[in-house]
């Protein structure tokens, strides 16, 4: 009876420490704090600058975030005086925070820094040595303040919130814009671009700027006229691209070519010319920008490959020129065309697009990811035997949550809705970043690799008066990203 009675007390014991162990925890649950939101970053942007009065002035805000990324609205004003909101998109959003080197990548972290991985012979991945890494590595002394990243065969640059650009990587001709030949570890500033600079794009051996007055200007290896300055004499600091002083809204750059789109929706191209890659109905080499046939408007996207471009218009549509052994031009056909014809499939609802060496991508606006061309190494991602495709395919397990699609060499990545990096093709220098040098046929995630999810709103006025303005943009923040805010001064002429 002792023992029963001994028993007894220590069940109710048991159940009133359990009771008073679940009263505990969930008076710790009605009192627990949140969880923190993540930093938002802000960058705005205003064009053109100066702007005549009466002119459109084009607002643009690009918030990055993690994760599923920012949502909600931007507000934009004129010191106190609101002009105007706009919501956040993601799709699309954030093509400039992902490149495709030739055997290299590199993304803009969700921290703001620059972080690269593949091939590093010559430095491209600006960490300090020339060793080749299969997974993420961080660029030296960029840890913050990155809004874009481009990359060239064995370089790559960087572009800072405050509008300067870093380049590191090989030098031979001057390709990283430093005054120098000689081949950097890790970046450095490219002369007379410490501010003022709006995007930023790698050729094969040669770079461009966008300033935000909407000039373009190149730098590197000009043999065959692809900095567009009138000549073709390498230069190691930027040259002005001819002709193109205003204007200009977008630039990319091939192998051996570059091509700019105008605020008026004109593409112009230029340099080498082989393969009807300038667009211009012929085969001649140009050192000076010309006019890309049938495109004098309409265009809101360019993207140039090893020895083919493309354009992306406002109804969604794509349209291709160069060289066309692969099929990378995506008109069902092997023919190269030296002035630009449908993609087929691709007539609308395409937001983005990127072109690579021998192939291409397209990312649309439900998010899918379509490929075609060379399909050497498993570079299309449709888990097929190597080969070509003449015409758009899906990646496989990539239909939709896409939000950016970077081409390269002969390897792709994409930048998914779950805020993950996954890339697919060749894997002989790592730049699958898997942690291994084998090759993907399919998308396979980026190791080590928290990548900057960013949203756009845009906005148009021509509210602003003559004088000099203050634009502001203010982001309220969401569920999971602290509030943000950036301002952009602006000229308004007579």
Not at 234 to 253: E, H, K, M, N, Y
């Amino acid at each position: 009876m002792t023992a029963a009675a001994s028993s007894h007390s220590t069940e109710i014991s048991i159940m009133n420490a359990f009771r008073f162990v679940c009263a505990a925890a969930l008076s710790l649950a009605l009192v627990a704090p949140a969880f923190a939101k993540s930093a938002s970053r802000m960058r705005l942007l205003a064009s053109p600058d100066p702007a005549k009065i009466g002119r459109t002035v084009r607002l643009q805000a690009e918030v990055d975030g993690r994760g599923l990324g920012p949502t909600g609205k931007v507000t934009f004003s004129d010191g106190a005086v609101v002009i105007g909101a706009a919501l956040l998109s993601r799709i699309g959003a954030g093509q400039a925070t992902l490149t495709g080197g030739a055997t290299h990548a590199c993304a803009v972290s969700a921290a703001g820094g620059a972080r690269c991985w593949g091939g590093n012979d010559r430095g491209a991945l600006g960490d300090g040595s020339t060793k080749q890494r299969d997974a993420p590595v961080d660029v030296q002394g960029l840890s913050h303040d990155i809004v874009a990243v481009t990359g060239g065969i064995l370089h790559s640059c960087a572009l800072t919130s405050a509008g300067a650009v870093k380049c590191w990587g090989f030098n031979n001709s001057g390709i990283l814009g430093d005054g120098t030949s000689n081949d950097r570890l890790r970046p450095v500033g490219v002369s007379g671009l410490s501010s003022g600079v709006v995007a930023v794009a790698a050729g094969a051996v040669h770079t461009c700027a966008l300033t935000s007055a909407g000039a373009a200007k190149c730098w590197g290896y000009n043999s065959e006229g692809q900095l567009g300055d009138g000549t073709t004499s390498s230069r190691r600091t930027p040259v002005d691209v001819a002709g193109l002083s205003s204007g200009v809204v977008a630039i990319t750059g091939g192998r051996e070519h570059t091509c700019a789109a105008t605020s008026a929706g004109a593409v112009k191209c230029w340099g080498y010319n082989d393969r009807g890659q300038i667009g211009d109905g012929t085969t001649s080499d140009h050192s000076a920008p010309v006019a890309v046939s049938g495109l004098s408007s309409g265009v809101v996207g360019i993207s140039a490959g090893g020895a083919h471009s493309c354009a992306l218009t406002s109804a969604g549509a794509v349209l291709c020129w160069g060289a066309n052994f692969d099929g990378q031009l995506g008109d069902g056909t092997y023919e190269n065309r030296s002035t630009p014809v449908a993609v087929s499939g691709l007539s609308s609802g395409v937001v983005a697009i990127s072109a690579g060496e021998y192939h291409t991508c397209a990312l649309t606006g439900a998010g899918a990811v379509l490929c075609w061309g060379s399909n050497s190494f498993g570079a299309l991602g449709d888990a097929s035997t190597p080969g070509s495709r003449p015409i758009p395919g899906p990646v496989t397990g990539l239909s939709s949550g896409v939000r950016v699609v970077a081409a390269g060499g002969s390897h792709t990545c994409a930048l998914t809705s779950a805020g993950a990096v996954q890339c697919w093709g060749q894997n002989f220098f790592g730049q699958i970043g898997d942690g291994t040098n084998t090759h993907r046929s399919t998308p396979t995630p980026v190791l080590r690799l928290t990548p900057a999810v960013r949203g756009r709103a845009l906005l148009s006025t021509r509210s602003l008066g003559v004088g000099a303005h203050t634009l502001q943009a203010s982001f309220p923040g969401d569920a999971a990203h602290d509030p943000s805010s950036a301002a952009q001064s602006q000229t308004i002429v007579p």
